[in-house]
């Protein structure tokens, strides 16, 4: 069985992020990128599957610039097998990357497809709902555990409010939630294999997947500035302040 | 590493293994060195036996306990570069300085242990890569270090199927918590011009006529004083050829040059990425302190002189990777690398104030350090000794002076 796992290329997690000055997105010039974390926790997920004996490859998939091979690196340096590149123009939309994902799995043939829940830089948590409709798959979201079954999976949930697990025909697509699993890291050696494995690069022509934007974006604003604290001088001030100003008792 | 390309030499940039490699570091000294670190005390020399153990279990699963070890026994050819990178980014700790990741990362043994018999490394340097066994380098002694053909008073003397060592070492760090070391001795005087030989012997702490003093410094982890007063090794401890020591103790110097000055580099870059995040936030007189030219200045050079230490350390790393000899590059990184992490420690103190000075930071302590550091593994003058003479002997005048 084969599993494929999306990769996105994003601003690292410890880089503070600024908006452009001419308010058009983020800045991306000289910033640290890295491998969404919710897509760490994907690959993790399949090599486990793999160590397990369940599944035989696990192929690593990204979309967008052609530095994405970096990301598609790192997860062969963790262990995935082989990678797959569709380089795009930056910025491609969730129903686009669906659609991408979609042509590549039909080529492919994966029974599992592990996605991040959503990528930290637009947050979109798209994707893989999208996915699964456009395939017509079973879709676990937000998942915490993965069993597998026979032609079946029992998936772990994080809803409001605790867990809920769901049994679901194979093939599915899953989204990661933050604590499925804790990633490893990439060891020397493995780092040092990466490089001999192989990358398939392809457009999204090659997959007849029509990019057009369906989204503008109006404006990027960076968050309104804290405002520092002040010293009360008594109790009474500060319940009237908690009453009248901040209107919470 | 790509230094060359088609015979174009295009200056560095790093492999995207090595830069890899560099964010596994980071992220393992963030998410797993700091959350131990953050609860020692400001002077400790080390965490407790157990975190220590768990990060060598993490640091050993991500191939970094067979460092400097040669591949026979698991680890690899020419990983100077590799070392280097790594050394940089776990120095980034207040243990940094000699206990890079609090010693998650083995030291491994001293290098010269591999050209030893197969006794001799599978009773000394096998034990330091897969067990929890160590060993230091005792070359310096009360006359002196930086010339240790000269400067070694010790006095090796055989007697039967035995060698008899009389002398002292100083400034020895590990000596003393070590389970061997290998030791530097005189084993024949100098006659007609012949400089003396010097043999390398195997010590162990248990062998008669050897004890060992702690030497109160600067910093909060001592060296030691050996003292060897009819000191009995067995024939079979002799390391290498008699008289073939003053090469082996060169070979491990040198090997060490390169690393040393990366972590000196790691350290000083994260004191100035520490003063850049305080000089942000901090008011003085008419606006905050990064828009005062004196601070732009201080921050300006640092940044500049570390990104040209770095640059040193990794042509002589490549170098050596390359299997060139690279004794001077070494030294000039060493110089380099060392002077100016002490110099850009210093401003970062500047930079902060008082607080730079306070406890609550690690730039005091390394600070501390870092004043070691231009005198450990060769004095800043030494180096500049060794760079002069080399670049006098093979420069007659340039072109207009020829």
């Given at each position: 069985?084969?599993?494929?796992v999306?990769?996105?290329?994003?601003i690292d997690?410890?880089?503070?992020?600024?908006v452009?000055s001419?308010?058009?997105?983020v800045?991306?010039?000289?910033?640290?990128?890295?491998?969404?974390?919710?897509?760490?926790?994907?690959?993790?997920a399949?090599?486990?599957?793999?160590?397990?004996g369940?599944?035989?490859?696990?192929?690593?998939?990204?979309?967008?610039?052609?530095?994405?091979?970096?990301?598609?690196?790192?997860a062969?340096?963790?262990?995935?097998?082989?990678?797959?590149l569709?380089?795009?123009?930056?910025?491609?939309e969730?129903?686009?990357?669906?659609?991408?994902?979609?042509a590549?799995?039909?080529?492919?043939?994966p029974?599992?497809?592990?996605?991040?829940k959503?990528?930290?830089?637009?947050?979109?948590?798209?994707?893989?709902?999208?996915?699964s409709?456009?395939?017509?798959?079973?879709?676990?979201?937000?998942?915490?555990?993965i069993?597998?079954g026979?032609?079946?999976?029992d998936?772990?949930?994080?809803v409001?409010?605790?867990l809920?697990?769901?049994?679901?025909?194979?093939?599915?697509?899953?989204?990661?939630?933050l604590?499925?699993?804790?990633?490893?890291?990439?060891?020397?050696?493995n780092?040092?294999?990466a490089k001999?494995?192989?990358?398939?690069?392809?457009?999204?022509?090659?997959?007849?997947?029509?990019?057009?934007p369906?989204?503008?974006?109006?404006s990027?604003?960076?968050p309104?500035?804290?405002?520092?604290?002040v010293?009360?001088?008594?109790?009474?001030?500060l319940?009237?302040?908690?009453r009248n100003?901040?209107?919470?008792? | 590493?790509?230094c060359?390309?088609e015979?174009?030499?295009?200056?560095?940039?790093?492999s995207?293994?090595?830069?890899?490699?560099?964010?596994?570091v980071?992220?393992?000294?963030r998410?797993e060195?700091?959350?131990i670190?953050d609860?020692?005390?400001?002077?400790?020399?080390h965490?407790?036996p157990?975190?220590?153990?768990?990060?060598?279990?993490?640091?050993e699963d991500m191939?970094?306990?067979?460092?400097?070890?040669?591949?026979?026994?698991?680890?690899?050819?020419?990983?100077?570069?590799?070392?280097?990178?790594?050394?940089?980014?776990a120095?980034?700790c207040?243990?940094?300085?000699?206990?890079?990741?609090?010693?998650?990362?083995?030291?491994?043994?001293?290098?010269?242990?591999?050209?030893?018999?197969?006794?001799?490394?599978?009773?000394?340097?096998?034990?330091?890569?897969?067990?929890?066994?160590?060993?230091?380098?005792?070359?310096?002694?009360?006359?002196?270090?930086s010339?240790?053909?000269?400067?070694?008073?010790t006095?090796?003397?055989?007697?039967?199927?035995?060698?008899i060592l009389?002398?002292?070492?100083?400034?020895i760090?590990?000596?003393?918590d070590?389970?061997?070391?290998?030791?530097?001795?005189r084993?024949?005087?100098?006659?007609?011009?012949r400089?003396?030989?010097?043999?390398?012997f195997?010590?162990?702490?248990?062998f008669?006529?050897?004890?060992?003093?702690?030497?109160?410094?600067?910093r909060?982890?001592?060296?030691?004083?050996?003292?060897?007063?009819?000191?009995?090794?067995?024939?079979?401890?002799?390391?290498?050829?008699?008289?073939?020591?003053?090469?082996?103790?060169?070979?491990?110097?040198?090997?060490?040059?390169?690393?040393y000055?990366?972590?000196?580099?790691g350290?000083?870059?994260e004191?100035?990425?520490?003063?850049?995040?305080?000089?942000?936030q901090?008011?003085s007189?008419?606006g905050i302190?990064?828009?005062?030219?004196?601070?732009?200045?201080?921050?300006?050079?640092?940044?500049?002189?570390?990104?040209?230490a770095r640059?040193?350390?990794?042509?002589?790393?490549?170098?050596?990777?390359?299997?060139?000899?690279?004794k001077v590059?070494?030294?000039?990184?060493?110089?380099f690398?060392?002077?100016?992490?002490f110099r850009?420690?210093?401003?970062?103190i500047?930079?902060f104030?008082?607080?730079?000075?306070?406890?609550?930071?690690?730039?005091?302590?390394w600070?501390?350090e870092l004043?070691?550091k231009?005198i450990?593994?060769?004095?800043?003058?030494?180096?500049?000794m060794v760079i002069?003479?080399?670049?006098?002997?093979?420069?007659?005048?340039g072109?207009?002076?020829?």
């Amino acid at each position: 069985m084969k599993v494929l796992v999306p990769v996105k290329r994003v601003i690292d997690y410890n880089v503070k992020v600024r908006v452009k000055s001419d308010g058009t997105g983020v800045e991306t010039a000289n910033v640290k990128m890295s491998m969404n974390p919710f897509d760490e926790i994907g690959i993790e997920a399949a090599l486990r599957l793999k160590e397990a004996g369940s599944a035989e490859e696990v192929i690593a998939v990204s979309i967008g610039v052609a530095q994405c091979q970096e990301t598609i690196r790192t997860a062969l340096a963790m262990g995935a097998d082989r990678g797959v590149l569709v380089e795009t123009e930056e910025g491609a939309e969730p129903l686009a990357v669906a659609k991408i994902l979609k042509a590549i799995i039909e080529k492919e043939g994966p029974e599992i497809v592990i996605l991040g829940k959503q990528a930290i830089d637009d947050d979109s948590n798209q994707t893989g709902q999208m996915l699964s409709a456009l395939l017509g798959w079973s879709q676990a979201t937000f998942a915490s555990n993965i069993e597998l079954g026979d032609g079946t999976a029992d998936i772990t949930r994080e809803v409001d409010g605790g867990l809920e697990t769901i049994k679901v025909k194979l093939p599915v697509v899953v989204t990661t939630d933050l604590r499925l699993n804790e990633p490893r890291y990439a060891s020397l050696p493995n780092i040092m294999k990466a490089k001999k494995k192989p990358i398939d690069k392809m457009s999204p022509a090659d997959l007849g997947v029509d990019m057009t934007p369906r989204l503008k974006t109006l404006s990027v604003v960076e968050p309104s500035k804290r405002e520092g604290g002040v010293k009360v001088e008594s109790v009474e001030e500060l319940v009237e302040k908690l009453r009248n100003e901040a209107k919470v008792i | 590493m790509t230094c060359e390309d088609e015979g174009n030499h295009y200056g560095f940039t790093l492999s995207d293994e090595l830069i890899m490699i560099r964010n596994q570091v980071r992220r393992f000294m963030r998410e797993e060195v700091k959350p131990i670190e953050d609860k020692l005390p400001h002077d400790a020399t080390h965490c407790s036996p157990e975190d220590e153990a768990r990060l060598r279990g993490v640091a050993e699963d991500m191939g970094l306990g067979r460092l400097n070890v040669p591949p026979e026994y698991g680890g690899q050819d020419n990983d100077c570069l590799i070392r280097c990178i790594v050394n940089e980014e776990a120095s980034k700790c207040r243990l940094g300085g000699y206990r890079p990741a609090l010693g998650a990362i083995r030291r491994g043994p001293p290098n010269v242990i591999w050209r030893g018999t197969d006794e001799q490394i599978h009773k000394y340097g096998i034990p330091c890569v897969e067990g929890d066994m160590t060993g230091y380098m005792a070359i310096t002694e009360p006359t002196g270090g930086s010339d240790p053909r000269n400067n070694i008073q010790t006095r090796a003397v055989k007697k039967g199927d035995k060698w008899i060592l009389n002398g002292r070492k100083m400034w020895i760090t590990y000596a003393g918590d070590s389970d061997w070391g290998v030791l530097f001795a005189r084993s024949k005087e100098s006659e007609n011009g012949r400089p003396p030989e010097i043999t390398a012997f195997i010590i162990e702490p248990s062998f008669p006529g050897i004890s060992f003093e702690k030497i109160p410094v600067i910093r909060p982890l001592y060296p030691y004083e050996i003292v060897l007063e009819d000191c009995e090794v067995p024939e079979e401890n002799v390391l290498g050829e008699i008289g073939g020591g003053f090469g082996m103790a060169e070979h491990w110097l040198v090997a060490g040059r390169m690393p040393y000055a990366a972590g000196c580099i790691g350290m000083a870059q994260e004191a100035l990425d520490m003063a850049c995040g305080w000089v942000k936030q901090r008011d003085s007189q008419r606006g905050i302190l990064a828009d005062k030219q004196a601070i732009q200045w201080m921050i300006a050079d640092s940044e500049v002189e570390l990104q040209a230490a770095r640059m040193l350390v990794y042509e002589a790393a490549a170098m050596s990777d390359r299997g060139e000899n690279a004794k001077v590059h070494a030294s000039v990184c060493k110089l380099f690398g060392t002077e100016t992490a002490f110099r850009v420690v210093d401003r970062a103190i500047q930079m902060f104030g008082g607080m730079g000075v306070a406890q609550e930071m690690p730039l005091e302590r390394w600070l501390r350090e870092l004043r070691i550091k231009r005198i450990g593994e060769g004095p800043s003058e030494v180096h500049r000794m060794v760079i002069a003479r080399n670049k006098l002997k093979n420069t007659d005048g340039g072109v207009y002076f020829g």
